[in-house]
């Protein structure tokens, strides 16, 4: 069994690391010269994607911001009742939760990549 | 002199299906406490009310109870500091009521001893005329903590407690801390063991409630912090395990 | 009732106990909102693999004032969320709570003290900053 603390330092560490990492993310958004809804446009967008750096933050994003707030819905449903069934339940309800979107936001950042 | 309401919870588990609160008008002068108007009305108003109490003077941690919605010692709040004219005291919250005001510690005390508040030390064996030398400074990294009178407000007051019947709580947890940091104990191992548990220290979340409630400047919150500080390896250097020492010469 | 647990009404309530615990309620309370934006989020976004009319159908449903409005609290709750969940870090870490000593009467906790509470504090300005900003970049082009 995964002890306590290692799942709350993985929850320390992606919550560090999802400041620096949607911090870039935002930026993307604010320092298009032709601004905020330029940077949103269709070619603009798709341009981002192919820029495989920006891809890997994306990527980053998406598995740092999954782990720390599925983590932290599990600790919310765990200090909320207790019992073993409901544990385990509430324990394989996240990780299914992080790995389904971790899943389906890869896929669209490998499609959007390469269209 | 001021005259203050009472409200004061009733409840008999074993047979009321529900609680109502019963109302008295007393006078406060300045240094009535809420303990002392609770047992002017036992004594000449209505003796059936069940409330736990002792000292007196905030020394034993029996007469906690829910005073205006927040867990303070009765005998160590006074009717004019609440600056109410209704008072309404209730049993403390997150522990189960044995009747009226009167609270069961049976788990809370449960969850103390679960954190082997006690010197485990095997050298003790063979203390034999010799003792543990401890520094001031040594001294100074528990005692607070054992200032502690088990009186439950802190327990009562935590948002983890209210939810969660495995998380030992803020006294639990901040005595497992006071046990932990003392150089006499040599079980550090064995009681971080203890605490990093899916419902141990990590279901705190440093709402401060209970160091807010604390009658004894335990802090409670601090402990918790410092003692989740070692499990994560901070400070490790900090605690030596003291020797025995002979003084005989 | 015997029970007397104050259950799921006791972290509710912000109004009682002070500055830490109306951290520790907006912190739950924007971890789960930010949570749910995230995966509002990862779905809307994937709008963009089926092309450009579906992306722009996507933008129009977004891009609304009610929409601005959203992403305003978001950016919000990020903020906070951030700030004051490096506040935890540190705090977590046995730093800024101060050290146990001899407690006098009248009893001042020092894990509870104007470091801690000031750090709140900044943490819900420099939220309500974000969201100004935040207000400013959407509605300042429209
Ligand atoms: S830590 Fe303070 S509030 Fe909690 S039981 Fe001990 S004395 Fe009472
Ligand atoms: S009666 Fe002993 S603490 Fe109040």
């Given at each position: 069994m995964v002890r306590e603390s290692s799942i709350m330092k993985i929850h320390y560490y992606t919550g560090i690391a999802a400041i620096v990492l949607v911090a870039i993310h935002i930026m993307f958004r604010l320092t298009v010269p032709d601004g905020y809804s330029a940077s949103l446009e269709y070619e603009n967008v798709i341009a981002n994607y192919k820029n495989v750096s920006y891809a890997l933050v994306l990527e980053l994003i998406l598995v740092t911001v999954a782990v720390h707030g599925f983590n932290g819905l599990r600790v919310i449903l765990l200090e909320l009742r207790q019992g073993d069934a409901w544990e385990s339940?509430?324990?394989?309800?996240?990780?299914g939760g992080a790995v389904a979107v971790i899943a389906y936001g890869t896929r669209t950042i490998i499609l959007a990549g390469m269209m | 002199m001021k005259r203050v309401r009472i409200r004061v919870f009733r409840y008999n588990p074993a047979h009321d299906s529900s609680a109502r609160y019963d109302e008295f008008e007393v006078e406060a002068e300045r240094w009535t406490t809420v303990l002392d108007a609770l047992l002017y009305i036992k004594a000449h108003r209505d003796h059936s009310i069940a409330l736990r109490y002792s000292c007196r003077m905030a020394s034993c941690g029996s007469c906690g109870m829910m005073i205006n919605g927040i867990p303070r010692l009765a005998c160590y709040t006074k009717v004019y500091e609440l600056e109410s004219d209704v008072i309404t005291c209730r049993p403390l919250a997150n522990f189960p009521i044995i009747r009226d005001?009167?609270?069961?510690?049976?788990?809370?005390?449960?969850?103390?001893?679960?954190?082997?508040?006690?010197?485990?030390?095997?050298?003790?064996?063979?203390?034999?005329?010799?003792?543990?030398?401890?520094?001031?400074?040594?001294?100074?990294?528990?005692l607070q903590f054992s200032y502690c009178i088990k009186c439950g407000l802190c327990y009562a007051a935590c948002p983890t407690v209210a939810t969660d019947k495995r998380f030992p709580g803020p006294q639990a947890l901040a005595q497992m801390y006071r046990y932990l940091i003392d150089s006499r104990d040599a079980a550090t191992d064995e009681r971080l063991k203890v605490v990093d548990d899916r419902h141990g220290v990590w279901r705190c979340h440093f709402a401060g409630s209970c160091s807010m409630v604390c009658p004894k400047g335990v802090d409670p919150a601090l402990g918790i912090q410092l003692l989740r500080a070692y499990l994560l390896g901070m400070n490790r250097g900090s605690k030596v395990v003291a020797e025995l020492y002979s003084n005989k010469k | 009732m015997k029970e007397n647990r104050e259950g799921i009404k006791g972290w509710l309530n912000p109004t009682r106990y002070g500055a830490n615990r109306f951290a520790y309620w907006l912190q739950r309370l924007t971890g789960l909102g930010l949570l749910a934006y995230f995966i509002a989020h990862i779905v809307e976004t994937s709008n963009i693999v089926y092309g450009k009319s579906a992306w722009e159908k996507m933008l129009a449903f977004t891009q609304t004032t009610e929409g601005h409005i959203i992403l305003m609290v978001v950016i919000g709750m990020c903020a906070f969320h951030a700030a004051n969940g490096v506040r935890l870090y540190i705090a977590e870490h046995g730093k800024g709570v101060g050290r146990p000593g001899r407690p006098e009467y009248p009893y001042r906790p020092t894990s509870l003290g104007l470091g801690m509470r000031a750090c709140i504090w900044v943490s819900v300005a420099?939220?309500?900053?974000?969201?100004?900003?935040?207000?400013?970049?959407?509605f300042g082009e429209a």
């Open positions: 339940a509430v324990k394989w309800l996240c990780v | 005001l009167a609270a069961d510690f049976g788990a809370f005390f449960a969850k103390h001893k679960s954190m082997k508040p006690y010197i485990i030390n095997d050298s003790v064996d063979s203390i034999d005329g010799k003792e543990f030398i401890q520094k001031p400074e040594e001294v100074d990294k528990y | 420099l939220a309500a900053l974000a969201m100004m900003y935040g207000a400013y970049v959407l």
